[in-house]
């Protein structure tokens, strides 16, 4: 478990390069919401826009997970318990108006970055619209 990083893997730096090609400016391993304790790789703070990096094993990739061999019911309720807390990280960011972005990590760097940079744009433009209006 020890090799396990939380942060600075292989698919996070190749996406945060990606996204740095986009011209994209981001926070990075920050809580999106003080009030739980959930860390999201990549974060842009001003539009409200969380990026998670989801190794296939850990988070259970319907492409590409394979049970263990060993201690199978330990790893199945493992994996099954962090799917439960992804989707209500989810849920819990996009109740305080968040967009939530999972890729993972055997998913094109480039392709991946530019999922979020079009959720950034959405997220700038409902920032706009909510100015503008006056809110």
Known sequence: MRG???RDTKPELRLRSSLHALGL???VAIRPLASIRRTADVVFTGVKVAVFVDGCYWHGCPEHYRPAKRNTEFWSDKIEKN???DAETDRLLEQEGWIVIRVWEHEDAS???ER???AVLV???RNQDRHSRGY
């Open 116 to 118: 979020v940079r079009g």
């Open 25 to 27: 400016r981001y926070r």
């Open 83 to 85: 799917q439960q807390r």
């Open 123 to 125: 997220a700038r433009r």
């Open 111 to 113: 392709i991946a970055a």
């Open 4 to 6: 396990n990083r939380s």
